[in-house]
């Protein structure tokens, strides 16, 4: 404390102190280059909350995002790349796995659960138009693009919708436009939308009606829905962050650059296709105004095989060169494609459809971009498809849409295997005779085994079964596996002694 503190503190200590604290946090900061601004690094910081921050530009950012997966086919194909791996074509299959009062898996009650729930999986939603599995899809595509999506619960007696199973369960899925983002009440702890309780946990939603992008009527209706009756998934990077961002966010500008960059260059590739030729002149003195027509200009026919005997003394036929498509096109194309790929979670390889390189550097990056896929993936199930599949089983359960023996542990009726999409194969042969090792040596499961194949144990048993019987019943014997022969050992001939 120098002398101008002391003499502030002797008539305000709180100013004095708030004084010295200043200075301390002025050479702590001091410290780090980072935190000094200079003349060329102004290092900008935003030191507000997540929802400040998304408060005006989360609309913002979705209406681009929708944008570029619109008319961008690169963005288009981030987004079908992520979708695929993170969802797979089947969905994420669920296998239910209802235990007995002694621990083994009751295969009655786990067959009626598995074929109750397929069935229901066909038209699941309430518009009746998507499986469960194309319904993952459009959720996790629309997670992705717009930063959040919404699912409801749509069970028991619900108005003017009748459920297409014994189960009286259906869903609704929603995009993020159906929650108002401009909507906050702190009065009512009402934050974009959600209403939350005192230690932030959503209590309920407050949704339109209609599509506001759909809607004539300035003035759609907003209803409050129970948390309970709804099932948030959002994108974010932030704590205590309500509202989803896309995924593009961090690289919209990147996009739109690789978009206009490569517009600009078919445009000028389009333009150089297009031979342009003129007549080089010779000396002003041979230049005759008569021989020209009466526009002033000449025309020559330019054909295969051509060969132009009308030309004046001193002229010549030359053409204008390009250098389109640029050389350079390739290897920038290229790297802005790395960076997009690390900015998106996604594989470089997949989106940029460039598989050069060799086997270990595949493997290599399949392998640690696998733990992206599966870090998404498992978002997602634990988001959406763990609390439907539990929803389902409750309400079958109430439905009798399937009968738990007595035997059964109710405890047990919520143990679930989720399917998740499984890391393709890169060198199949490898890949299998790794398998079979840990097989043999008893260091997996064949349950294990077919799951990481993404099947299901009990279709694997029963298809197999099925085509055993089908061969023996029309006399077909199944090649046995090949082994080696051994040779016999031939002893040399002993050779007699001379006598």
């Not at 389009?270 to 230049?287: C, E, L, N, R, W």
């Not at 390889?349 to 696998?370: C, D, F, H, M, P």
């Not at 679930?416 to 060198?427: A, L, Q, S, Y």
């Amino acid at each position: 404390m120098n002398k101008l503190d002391s003499v502030i503190g002797f008539f305000a200590p709180e100013a004095a102190l708030r004084r010295v604290q200043a200075r301390r946090a002025l050479e702590i900061a001091a410290a780090y280059e980072a935190a000094r601004p200079s003349r060329l690094r102004k290092n900008p910081g935003d030191n507000r909350s997540g929802d400040l921050v998304l408060e005006g530009s989360v609309e913002t950012l979705r209406g681009q995002a929708r944008r570029l997966e619109q008319n961008h086919d690169f963005a288009f194909g981030i987004l079908t790349t992520l979708v695929n791996n993170i969802v797979g074509p089947r969905g994420i299959d669920v296998e239910f796995q209802p235990k007995t009062r002694d621990g083994d898996i009751h295969e009655d009650l786990a067959s009626q659960m598995n074929d109750a729930h397929q069935e229901w999986a066909r038209r699941p939603e309430c518009t009746r138009q998507f499986s469960w599995a194309k319904s993952q899809r459009l959720l996790c595509n629309t997670w992705l693009r717009d930063g959040e999506t919404l699912l409801r619960h749509l069970q028991g007696a619900v108005p003017g919708l009748k459920h297409r199973t014994s189960v009286p369960y259906s869903i609704e899925c929603l995009e993020p436009d159906f929650l108002p983002v401009d909507y906050n009440d702190p009065s009512k702890r009402i934050v974009q939308g959600i209403q939350k309780s005192a230690w932030g946990e959503p209590s309920g939603f407050w949704l339109y009606d209609e599509h506001p992008g759909a809607s004539f009527n300035w003035r759609m209706k907003r209803r409050f829905h129970s948390a309970e009756n709804i099932e948030h998934l959002k994108f974010v990077r932030r704590l205590h962050q309500t509202r989803g961002v896309s995924i593009f966010a961090a690289v919209m500008n990147r996009l739109n650059d690789i978009k206009d960059y490569e517009e600009n260059e078919r445009v000028a590739a389009k333009i150089a296709s297009a031979m342009v030729g003129f007549i080089q002149k010779g000396s002003p003195d041979t230049y005759d105004v008569e021989s020209y027509g009466e526009d002033g200009n000449r025309t020559l026919d330019i054909r295969a095989g051509a060969i132009y005997d009308d030309l004046r003394p001193g002229e010549s036929v030359g053409t204008l060169q390009s250098n389109r498509p640029s050389g350079l096109l390739t290897p920038f194309l290229e790297t802005m494609h790395r960076m997009a790929a690390a900015g998106t979670m996604a594989s470089f390889s997949s989106i940029s459809k460039n598989y050069n390189g060799t086997y270990s550097a595949q493997r290599q990056e399949l392998v640690e971009q696998w733990a992206n896929y599966e870090t998404l993936s498992l978002e997602f199930c634990e988001d959406i498809v763990e609390p439907v599949t539990r929803r389902w089983v409750q309400m079958g359960l109430l439905a009798d849409a399937f009968q738990v023996p007595a035997d059964v542990d109710p405890a047990t009726l919520m143990h679930i295997d989720f399917i998740t999409p499984v890391m393709p194969w890169i060198n199949p042969a490898h890949e299998a005779s790794a398998d079979e090792t840990l097989l043999e040596n008893v260091l997996a499961s064949p349950q294990q085994t077919i799951r990481r194949r993404g099947k299901k144990p009990d279709d694997v048993v029963k298809q197999t079964a099925a085509w055993q019987r089908k061969l023996q019943e029309n006399d077909i014997s199944t090649p046995a596996k090949h082994t080696a022969v051994p040779q016999k050992q031939v002893e040399p001939e002993s050779q007699s002694e001379p006598q």
